[in-house]
């Protein structure tokens, strides 16, 4: 009994607020975070639960024990705030993509990544919207304006591919893991420039001009945010290498890393950016430049603690959506009866499977048909269903860019933008635990569980040899293959680059990155 009164007297404490409540508040969430952690563990070989589901479970149940502890005043112990989101919890999740990315998968896949991150956002966002502007007056839910139903798209076009990746194995299956991931984070980063561009239009003048603004302005800020987080990667890497910071402390090495990293979010925010993209490169370059510059300690730390920050912060973001999804306050506001709400759900469920497919399958046979010459394997059809799959689930994004169009400070008292907000609570928790629950299954009996290579034409793509990828003319005095005169030894090569332009390009970049880059800003040789 005693237990029971101090507990029910902390839960009142958090819920009152205060500065003991706040207290209160973080002690109780950060013990909620370490069972998460324990029963993550125990779930490990679960065939049918991950990490992001058992978080999300456990944030259910904690937000039902608080409410009826707090006899009905509160449901979870931090109210969610887009800022706190965007600037503390995305940052570490995002950078340590970058910083552990394959480099070499990522670049190769490149184009076929932009193609699904950039173009299939655009895609989904039409269809999205459009039908949430034809579908939702068709059951019972009043009329948004323009910005809104935009929003909308762009809302439920952001992807959660954790689910995915916590099953797809690196190794057996790179090629897919790296389009997975690599969407996955550009999914990301377009949607919320877009979602800021849509809010900055003025709707009043919607003409074909406008749209071409919004196009220009996002391809501007995907531009001037990689380069600057390119920079700032680049920057870390020279003031490593020339100062040398290992000779005295390896501390300060991991912690100008970290900070620099966490600057060139902060200073994308500030010249309205996208700290998405700029944190994003500003990883895969200090991973390929400035991690070599340090002691091999401040390696392990690094590739660990970033991982660690990255792993709390996933956590937290799927413990707190399992708190909200029992926040009466919006609840209540919400005036939609049972079946406007069931329409609503079944809507947006709809338009997600169908705005997903609409670019997924066409843009991977057009990713086949420009490589068919190629040596990198097609993306199959088992391998589409599950890129088409990995994207179904939303997550932490959609919330937040939710809670930033319709509510303030995360409060809202209108009732159609209290139905939105619960109707993204609810289709988070349901893709999240529904199809989290059927991904590994699915992806069980779709892909072999034994470890193999993809199938490469004829080449490894999977050598480390940098010989191997230095076999082809044009690039020196001698002909590759020993024999040959200068005219076909050109016109091989010419036909090859056209063949084969991201290789061809990867070549270059390597003879390059060897020459100039590295001899400045660290690295090792390739050869």
């Not at 994003?280 to 920050?309: P, Q």
Request: hydrophobic fraction near 50%; aromatic fraction near 12%; charge should be neutral.
């Amino acid at each position: 009994m005693a237990a029971a009164s101090l507990w029910d007297e902390l839960v009142v404490a958090a819920s009152t607020g205060g500065s003991s409540g706040t207290v209160v508040s973080i002690c109780v969430f950060t013990a909620v975070l370490c069972l998460c952690l324990v029963a993550g563990h125990l779930l490990e070989e679960n065939k049918w639960v991950n990490e992001s589901i058992t978080a999300l479970i456990i944030g259910c149940i904690v937000g039902a024990l608080i409410f009826l502890l707090s006899k009905g005043r509160n449901s979870h112990i931090l109210r969610f705030d887009e800022q706190l989101f965007f600037i503390y919890v995305l940052p570490p999740i995002i950078f340590n993509a970058g910083f552990q990315v394959k480099k070499k998968q990522f670049f190769h896949n490149f184009l076929t990544i932009m193609s699904f991150g950039v173009f299939g956002v655009f895609i989904s966002v039409a269809i999205v919207s459009a039908g949430f502007y034809w579908l939702l007056p068709k059951v019972g839910f009043g009329r948004l304006d323009a910005v809104d139903y935009l929003a909308l798209g762009v809302i439920f076009s952001s992807t959660d591919t954790v689910c995915t990746l916590q099953v797809i194995s690196q190794d057996e299956t790179p090629r897919l893991y790296s389009l997975v991931f690599g969407e996955g984070v550009v999914n990301d980063a377009t949607s919320v420039v877009l979602f800021n561009a849509i809010k900055n239009m003025d709707i009043t003048k919607l003409k074909g001009g406008a749209v071409l603004k919004v196009i220009g302005d996002f391809l501007y800020l995907f531009a001037t945010s990689t380069i600057l987080g390119a920079t700032i990667g680049l920057f870390t890497a020279y003031v490593l290498k020339a100062l040398y910071f290992g000779r005295h402390s390896t501390d300060r090495e991991v912690a100008l890393m970290a900070l620099m990293a966490y600057l060139s979010y902060m200073l994308a925010e500030l010249l309205s950016l996208s700290g998405i993209l700029t944190v994003f490169f500003c990883g895969i370059v200090m991973s390929h430049y400035a991690w070599h510059n340090v002691t091999e300690s401040s390696r392990i730390t690094t590739r660990h603690i970033f991982a660690t920050l990255s792993f709390i912060a996933e956590t937290f973001i799927f413990l707190y959506v399992g708190m909200d999804a029992l926040d009466l306050d919006k609840w209540k506001t919400t005036q939609a009866s049972l079946e406007t709400s069931v329409g609503i759900f079944g809507v947006i469920i709809s338009l997600i499977l169908l705005g997903r497919a609409a670019f997924v399958f066409p843009l991977s046979i057009l990713s086949n048909f420009m490589s068919g010459n190629s040596e990198k394997a097609p993306i199959t059809f088992k391998h589409q269903v599950v890129i088409w799959w990995a994207g179904l689930m939303r997550g932490a994004v959609s919330i937040a860019l939710a809670y930033n169009q319709f509510t303030f400070s995360g409060v809202t008292q209108d009732p159609v933008h209290a139905t939105i907000i619960t109707s993204t609570i609810v289709v988070v928790f349901f893709t999240t635990l529904v199809f989290g629950f059927l991904t590994r299954p699915m992806i069980s009996a779709m892909l072999p569980q034994h470890r193999h290579r993809e199938p490469t034409g004829g080449r490894s793509t999977g050598s480390n040899s940098p010989k191997d990828e230095f076999i082809l003319p044009f690039l020196g005095d001698e002909d590759a293959s020993g024999s040959g005169s200068g005219f076909v030894q050109a016109k091989r090569s010419i036909s090859m680059m056209l063949e084969r332009p991201i290789h061809t390009v990867h070549i270059y970049w390597r003879k390059f990155d060897d020459r100039f880059m590295r001899p400045i800003f660290g690295g090792p040789q390739s050869y």
